[in-house]
């Protein structure tokens, strides 16, 4: 009988360094996409899930626990199975391996951005926690600033191996203006 070994959406694409840039795949553990139902408040949302519901274009959490705002209505919460409660608030969706998570980092990491996403990334316009919901090339990802030269980059798994090319080649582009 066959063994299936399961792999990760940027195995063999990942890590990457060019310049004073590094692109490597972020594991965030299980993904669970919660949309609260009408009525539900978020601070019962929140002390069920153990960190606030996301506003608009903003994320709650770390590195270990975090809920990303994807849309009106629409949050990715990473880090944790959600606690079955959370179910008679809102709508959850296991999308572990629904996504390509990569960490974008190094001085520069906003100009390389500002070549594939029609998104402001400077820090002074794109704050840490801020998250955007927007075109990556031509693809939908969701951008989140993490730190101040690092950004979480998020698109569906089917497009890992073009999120990697389209980063190399703008890495790539600032690496020659250096």
Request: aromatic share 4%; with cysteine.
């Amino acid at each position: 009988m066959d063994k299936l070994d399961a792999k990760s959406p940027c195995a063999g694409l990942l890590p990457l360094s060019i310049g004073t840039l590094n692109v490597s795949e972020m594991d965030v553990g299980v993904i669970t996409s919660v949309s609260p139902f009408d009525g539900a408040s978020n601070s019962a949302l929140g002390q069920v899930m153990g960190l606030p519901f996301p506003a608009p274009g903003r994320t709650t959490g770390d590195d270990t626990l975090r809920c990303v705002w994807v849309g009106q209505g629409e949050a990715l919460l990473m880090g944790m199975r959600p606690d079955t409660n959370l179910g008679a608030y809102a709508a959850l969706v296991d999308q572990s391996d629904a996504w390509a998570i990569v960490r974008l980092q190094g001085e520069g990491a906003d100009d390389a951005l500002a070549r594939l996403v029609p998104v402001d990334m400077r820090l002074r316009a794109f704050a840490v926690g801020a998250t955007a919901r927007t075109q990556l090339g031509h693809m939908n990802a969701s951008v989140t600033r993490i730190g101040e030269d690092a950004f979480m980059i998020a698109v569906f798994r089917s497009m890992a191996k073009t999120l990697v090319h389209d980063l190399r080649t703008a890495l790539e582009a600032v690496a020659a203006r250096g």
